[in-house]
């Protein structure tokens, strides 16, 4: 398979430039990136993270002595080749050490997300084996204390904060200082003897039903991944700065880290998800990776402050706005006087959008859900680029993304799919991949295995979609999503809640309908919001489940909806709606970790509500 002409000058020269490079040729394991920094970036500040409001820096050097001491430390305590560690923490550099110091001999990093429930962690720690487990907090330790209990494989827990009465993962790394000269020779024999083929990491994929399954990615799997992610950032060189806030579980910021510090990018790991914004700013951040989700929090701040000016600038600013929706990516689409209008737009208002967000951004990958195109629109009007991939944790996850510039950018699809890796579209429209970077299979479960992947090696990603004659991939929905309605339509709900989703009166929205005479929708507002809007209108109200049975909201709901229905087809339009109070987050169970809709568990939990939608009308 190739690129077509035109990419493939512009991307595949690219790209040959980088794999001949000493950096492409050396790493093969992830820790051979620990080797890379040593020799091209060492430095100072390689790592850094912010801990009560300043800023703890680790140089090169230090990084080294504490991936090599915790290596010496397991190997004292009898670890060897295939053992499995599992580590629930928040992002720092204290993970990297950790990550590192295992699997450079070989050990398999179990990394789980630190919002999941109590069932799940039972799960994973019993089902992966892990022999040990390394929480990051005092919070943590509480939570994860009685599961540890009650696993009878695990052997002990430490804590990388100190926590008082708790084991600390600095009693490991002590050890293996003092073991240094004895053991010197058995680690560098155990680094050697990791192969690139032998196993690093079981993620345990959220699923949106059932629990969760194991996926097995060996060092290959995820290193030939993040070499194919090198051009998809060109603009990046050594010395920027990336900011790390989506949690180290998540196989898109795992391997994102992995990919930074193979560039020689400086890291730097946020206080937490509400200083996000600060820490850009004091930064000067280049790049980040983000979820949709975040994205659009970002945009509506923006929109909102922008409400909030005088006259003159307020007509100005969302003047601007209009501009930026009407941005083209190809430049011959883009007349001179269109130019003239977005160079002033850039000039007196997105200048502004760029200081908030440091002044300094290059790039944002996003990623783990469909990203709204009039986002990415805007934001590559405003000079940022945005670039959404697609993939899975299953593929490493890499499997197409936007590139930095015209061919290779296409609003409202998920990118380029690189000429490595093979993609086509089956008969039923699902989309099927193989490559380097497809998992060797889910941990103890053939069954499974042989479910997604078939017997000529596709992998069966379960979303549809198109692929173009530039090899430039769309997703148009989940297949096990799409359901139909009595009438005999289909419907795909994530489009359809992917474009109500751009209202800023909504925060979460599931459509339902299967088997049923129309469409519906359950809506979560967006709470913040609606609480301006109603001061700004003067409704008054005691608290969110007052709120959402008031005819006036109700009303403004309705006018809201049939904006948006009028840009959909007739079985696609939202006939009827219940605002619903609830959050929906992963720690009730309602979203996976990585935001995605558990339907079943939506669906179970207003059973009455829905009952009445379709009785009702």
Known sequence: MYFPNSLQRKYLTTFVKIINTKIMTEIRRTFDVLSNMEENYPGKDALSVKRNGKWEHFSTAEYREFVDNFSLGLIAKGFKKGDKIATVTNNRPEWNFIDFGMSQIGCV??????????EEYKHILSHSESRILIVSDLGLYNKLRPVFDSIGTLEEIYTIDEVKGAASWMEICRLGASRKKGLGAELIKMRDDVDPHDLLTLIYTSGTTGLSKGVMLTHNNVVSNFKLAHKVV?????????LSFLPLSHVLERVGNYLWQSLGLKVYYAESIDTIGDDMREIKVNVFITVPRVFEKVYDKIINKGRELGTVKKALFFWAVRVGDKYDPDPSKRSAMYNLKLKIANKLIFSKWREALGGKLKGVISGGAALQARL?????AAGIIVQEGYGLTETSPLISANMPSFPGVKFGSVGLVPDELEVKIAEDGEILEKGENLMIGYYKDPEKTAEAIDKDGWFHTGDIGTLDENRMLTITDRKKEIFKLSGGKYVAPQLIENK?????????????????????????????????????????????????????????????????NEELGHVEKIKVFRLVADVWGPENGLLSPTQKLKRKKVKALYTSLLDDIYQKN
């Open 376 to 380: 990415a629109r805007i934001f590559w």
């Open 234 to 242: 060109t603009y990046l060189k050594a010395g920027d700065r990336a």
């Open 109 to 118: 990093h179990v990394g789980i997300y630190p919002t999941i429930s109590e």
């Open 500 to 564: 109500f989703k751009e209202s800023q009166f909504i925060e979460q929205i599931m459509i339902v309908g299967e088997n049923e005479k129309f469409t519906a929708a359950l809506i979560v507002p967006d709470f913040e919001f609606l609480h301006k809007w109603c001061a700004l209108h003067n409704v008054a109200f005691r608290e969110n489940n007052d709120l959402i049975l008031k005819a006036r909201i109700i009303e403004r709901y309705q006018k809201e909806l049939d904006k948006y």
